[in-house]
C-alpha cells in the first residue's frame, strides 16, 4: 500500500486517514484516481457506520465502496456494526489493491455483510457476490477458527482476498485455461464431494511440498483462491516495503507492477524472512510463516502473469 501526503502540509498519512494529525485538515479518499485529498467538506454516508473517508459524488451520499455493499447488519445490532466497519475497512484496502494493479473490478461486484449471530452465513462468494461472516471480525474467534483450521493468515483482508479471487476466476482462466488446469486441476471436479473430503480426512500430509495452504487442497478453485490472495498479499506488502524505504541487503522491494513475481520474489523471500526475524525478537511468532516450494511459485507466477494481462 502506498503512503499518502497530507495535500495541505506534506505529512504522510495513510488512505484511511480522516484528519491530519499535523495541520488538521479533513482528509477524503477520491476514487477512481486513488488520492487523498485535503481539505474536504463532502462526506461518505457512512462515514460514522463504517468509519469511511471516502469522497462520495455528492455530500450525504454513499461513496463507490460503501454502495457495492449490499446487505448489512441492521441499526439495532451494535456488536455486528462494529464488525461491519472492520470488514468495510478491509474491502476499502482490497479495492485499492486492486486499483493499484490496474484490475477492472469482476462483474457484478457485491458485497453481504452480515453476522452469523443470529442467522447461520457462510462466507463465499457466487457470481461476483461476496458473503463475509462478521464474527469473522471478532479476534477472539477469527484466531480459533484460524487455529483450528491450520489458516495462518486467515484474517479479513485475507478473506476479502480469497473471495475476490473467486470472483476474477472466471475472466483470468479464459485466458489460458488449458495452463490453469494444468497447475490447479479441473475446477469442474464436484465441489460439495471435495469439500465433504476435505473435512472428513484432512489434507494430504505433504500439502506443503505443491499448495501454499492446507485449505488450497480442498478443491482446484479453493487452490486457485488461496493462490490469488496470496499474489495480492506479496505485492501489497512489497509495495508497502517499498514506499516506505525498507531495504534488505541487497534487494530493493519494487512497486512496480509490471516486474514479474518471479522476479520479486528474491525481494519478497529476503524481507519476509528479515520480518520474521524482527518478530521473533518481538517474542511473536512469523509474520510470514510460509515457505514457497517450486509448484506453488509456478500457480504465483501463472495468477500474476494473468493479472499483469488483464491489468488495463
Ligand atoms: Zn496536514
Ligand atoms: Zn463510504
Ligand atoms: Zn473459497
Not at 471480525?137 to 487455529?147: G, L, M, P, T, Y
Not at 473467486?166 to 479441473?186: E, I, K, M, Q, T
Request: glycine share 6%.
Amino acid at each position: 500500500m502506498r503512503a499518502f501526503p497530507c495535500a495541505v502540509c506534506g505529512l504522510l498519512l495513510t488512505f484511511e486517514s480522516h484528519t491530519c494529525v499535523r495541520c488538521g485538515s479533513a482528509q477524503g479518499f477520491r476514487w477512481p484516481d486513488r488520492r487523498l485529498l485535503a481539505p474536504v467538506q463532502s462526506r461518505c454516508a457512512n462515514v460514522e457506520l463504517a468509519r469511511c473517508n471516502w469522497l462520495p459524488a455528492r455530500d450525504g451520499q454513499l461513496c463507490f465502496s460503501c454502495a457495492l455493499t449490499r446487505t448489512r447488519p441492521a441499526d439495532s445490532d451494535v456488536a455486528a456494526l462494529a464488525a461491519f466497519a472492520r470488514a468495510e475497512g478491509a474491502k476499502r484496502w482490497l479495492l485499492v489493491e486492486l486499483g493499484e494493479l490496474e484490475l477492472p473490478l469482476p462483474a457484478g461486484l457485491t458485497f453481504d455483510l452480515l453476522s452469523s449471530e443470529h442467522a447461520p452465513v457462510m462466507t463465499g462468494h457466487a457470481d461476483g457476490l461476496i458473503t463475509l461472516d462478521l464474527a469473522e471480525a471478532d479476534d477472539a474467534r477469527r484466531v480459533a477458527a484460524r487455529e483450528e483450521m491450520g489458516e495462518p493468515y486467515r484474517t479479513l483482508l485475507g478473506h476479502m482476498r480469497h473471495e475476490v479471487g473467486h470472483a476474477y476466476f472466471p475472466l483470468l482462466s479464459s485466458l489460458a485455461l488449458d495452463r490453469v488446469r494444468a497447475l490447479f486441476g479441473d475446477e469442474r471436479e464436484d465441489y460439495q464431494a471435495a469439500l465433504d473430503r476435505h473435512y472428513e480426512t484432512g489434507p494430504p500430509e505433504d500439502w506443503a511440498s505443491s499448495y501454499v495452504s492446507a485449505y488450497a487442497t480442498t478443491h482446484p478453485s479453493e487452490d486457485w483462491a488461496e493462490t490469488f490472495a496470496h499474489v495480492l498479499h506479496i505485492r501489497d506488502s512489497l509495495q508497502t516495503a517499498a514506499e516506505h524505504g525498507v531495504r534488505v541487503g541487497d534487494t530493493n522491494p519494487r512497486l512496480t507492477v509490471t516486474a514479474d513475481l518471479r522476479t520479486l520474489l528474491g525481494d519478497w523471500l529476503a524481507l519476509s524472512y528479515a520480518l520474521n526475524a524482527i518478530n521473533r525478537s518481538m517474542g511473536q511468532e512469523d509474520l510470514y510463516p510460509f515457505t514457497l516450494p517450486d509448484p506453488v511459485v509456478d500457480k504465483l507466477a501463472l495468477i500474476d502473469e494473468l493479472i499483469r494481462q488483464t491489468a488495463r
